[in-house]
């Protein structure tokens, strides 16, 4: 079975604009989970989408959102960009059994 | 609430001798506890997990760990370091269904030669 992939795998943007991730999970997987990892604040929740809809959402700012897509397919938003936006953006998948199997992330930086 | 401690933000330790790192958890379920390793540059790779069957958990290349409810603990141990070990690694608890995961700051784990 392929992996989660996760595109683009760097991107450099500049304050204000806005950014699209996206992630494809693991063939079957209809959980797909979306994390941000920085130095600082080390590996922090953003939100889970189960069969396209949100079932959980961590504690960042609405500039953060997310979908799914019915092939399970997800995409994370990032608008109005600021420097602290800076990180590794971890995508994850799970399927029935609870394991997160994680992409190589996209590494974001914001100029 | 679910939390993880990683008591050790940095462990070294020379190849060929025992690797222990460190990882308290809080739960108030019964927990689904997993470690994962991150190399540099790289996403996360899971090492093992642990989900209420046996307390010692065997993983890939060689580690595992102990479930110890009654020190609330999640120790990952190695009888031998290689230098490919030389990595993040995290604890993680689970609060169960919904898939969130609680992830401990790491361990950066250095293998001397």
Not at chain 1, 57 to 72: D, E, I, L, T
Not at chain 2, 11 to 22: A, C, D, K
Not at chain 2, 70 to 85: G, I, R, V
Request: with cysteine; net charge positive; proline share 4%.
């Amino acid at each position: 079975k392929a992996g989660v992939t996760q595109t683009p795998r760097y991107l450099i943007k500049t304050r204000g604009q806005q950014v699209t991730l996206s992630c494809s999970p693991i063939s079957g997987h209809r959980s797909v989970s979306w994390y941000q990892q920085t130095p600082g604040q080390g590996l922090q929740f953003l939100f889970e989408y189960f069969s396209e809809t949100q079932r959980n959402k961590g504690n960042f700012p609405g500039r953060f959102s997310g979908r799914q897509f019915s092939n399970s397919r997800s995409e994370m938003n990032v608008s109005t960009l600021e420097l602290g936006d800076s990180a590794l953006y971890l995508c994850a998948s799970s399927g029935n059994l609870e394991t997160q199997y994680f992409g190589p992330g996209t590494r974001l930086l914001v100029l | 609430a679910q939390s993880v401690t990683q008591l050790d933000s940095h462990v070294s330790v020379s190849e060929g001798t025992p690797v222990l790192l460190r990882c308290n958890y809080s739960s108030s379920y019964s927990p689904s506890l997993f470690w994962y390793v991150q190399h540099p540059n790289k996403g996360l790779q899971l090492l093992l997990k642990y989900t209420s069957a046996a307390t010692l958990v065997k993983g890939i290349n060689g580690f595992e760990a102990e479930f110890k409810k009654s020190e609330t603990s999640f120790h990952l141990t190695k009888p031998s370091a290689h230098m490919s070990d030389a990595a993040e690694y995290f604890c993680v608890v689970s609060a169960g269904t919904g898939n969130q995961f609680y992830f401990g700051t790491g361990t950066s784990l250095t293998v001397i030669p």
